[in-house]
T-cell receptor, first 114, second 114 residues
Framework: GAGVSQTPSNKVTEKGKYVELRCDPI?????LYWYRQSLGQGPEFLIY????????DSGLPNDRFFAVRPEGSVSTLKIQRTERGDSAVYLC????????????FGNGTRLTVT | DAKTTQPPSMDCAEGRAANLPCNHS???????VYWYRQIHSQGPQYIIH???NNETNEMASLIITEDRKSSTLILPHATLRDTAVYYC???????????????FGRGTQLTVWP
């Protein structure tokens, strides 16, 4: 079946601009996660949703970052007033409910802020 | 978050078993051990997970020590395509649920050579 889909695969933007990154999870998965990964580092947790609500947003670095999941399926990560330090690969993952259910990751969106 | 410790790099001859160690001495009784791998330019791929007992699937085996303070991922017959960064992760729980986030470290770069 279809896996986690992220669009766009690459995004180049200028410093100060606003960007939106989209994630389509695996159908039926109730939990959705956003991570970001800088070169040479492991993925860093940002936020996770259970259904429509953010169950844990403790990883969002500051208030320029925001994520929504209005219908409990597709999610959008929004970054305002982008900075060069925001350049990274943004990864999305989803999982089904139930003990120990693994996360399934997309291939990410590579964001470059110039 | 319970943290993990892995060697930064390992290598293995093609066709031989690859044994990747992980220390997680602060793991709690209800936390799972997960293994993921990441091939360049792709999202992390789920391999296997376990709580107390050893586990095996079509990709690998997971051996967890009786005190649960360490584990070993075994790829029984490594191929060139197994070259990747391997992450050992302890899953944080959310109010007793296992839907909590994964904490990634830097992982082990496994290189399989011909």
């Amino acid at each position: 079946g279809a896996g986690v889909s992220q669009t766009p695969s690459n995004k180049v933007t200028e410093k100060g601009k606003y960007v939106e990154l989209r994630c389509d999870p695996i159908s039926g998965h109730t939990a959705l996660y956003w991570y970001r990964q800088s070169l040479g580092q492991g993925p860093e947790f940002l936020i996770y949703f259970q259904g429509t609500g953010a169950a844990d947003d403790s990883g969002l670095p500051n208030d320029r970052f925001f994520a929504v999941r209005p219908e409990g399926s597709v999610s959008t990560l929004k970054i305002q007033r982008t900075e060069r330090g925001d350049s990274a690969v943004y990864l999305c993952a989803s999982s089904s409910q139930g003990g120990g259910s693994p996360l399934h990751f997309g291939n990410g969106t590579r964001l470059t802020v110039t | 978050d319970a943290k993990t410790t892995q060697p930064p790099s390992m290598d293995c001859a093609e066709g031989r078993a690859a044994n990747l160690p992980c220390n997680h001495s602060t793991i709690s009784g209800n936390e799972y051990v997960y293994w993921y791998r990441q091939i360049h330019s792709q999202g992390p791929q789920y391999i296997i997970h376990g709580l107390k007992n050893n586990e095996t699937n079509e990709m690998a085996s997971l051996i967890i020590t009786e005190d649960r303070k360490s584990s070993t991922l075994i790829l029984p017959h490594a191929t060139l395509r197994d070259t990747a960064v391997y992450y050992c992760i302890v899953r944080v729980t959310d109010r007793g649920s296992t839907l909590g986030r994964l904490y990634f470290g830097r992982g082990t770069q496994l290189t399989v050579w011909p």
